[in-house]
C-alpha cells in the first residue's frame, strides 16, 4: 500500500524543517502544500506566512556568510 502525501503533511514537515533550521527544506515544503491546496487547521494566509519567514531565514543566513567571508579577506 503506497501512502499519498497530503499537504497537512507538508506543513507538518515544513515546521520541523523550520525548528531544526533548515530553512530552504521548510520553504519547499510549505510551498508544496500550497500547490497542493486546502489545508485543514491551516489557511492559505498562514502557509504564505510560513513561506515568507523561511524567506527572512535564508536571507539573513546569506547576508551572514557574505560577512563571514568579508571578515576573513
Not at 9 to 28: D, M, N, P
Not at 56 to 65: G, N, V
Amino acid at each position: 500500500m503506497k501512502l499519498q502525501a497530503t499537504p497537512k503533511a507538508f506543513v507538518r514537515k515544513g515546521q520541523a524543517a523550520f525548528a531544526l533550521g533548515e530553512f530552504e527544506a521548510a520553504h519547499a515544503s510549505f510551498t508544496k502544500a500550497l500547490e497542493l491546496g486546502s489545508v485543514p487547521g491551516t489557511t492559505e494566509v498562514e502557509l504564505k506566512r510560513w513561506v515568507r519567514k523561511c524567506n527572512a531565514e535564508i536571507e539573513l543566513e546569506k547576508k551572514s556568510r557574505e560577512q563571514e567571508a568579508r571578515s576573513r579577506a
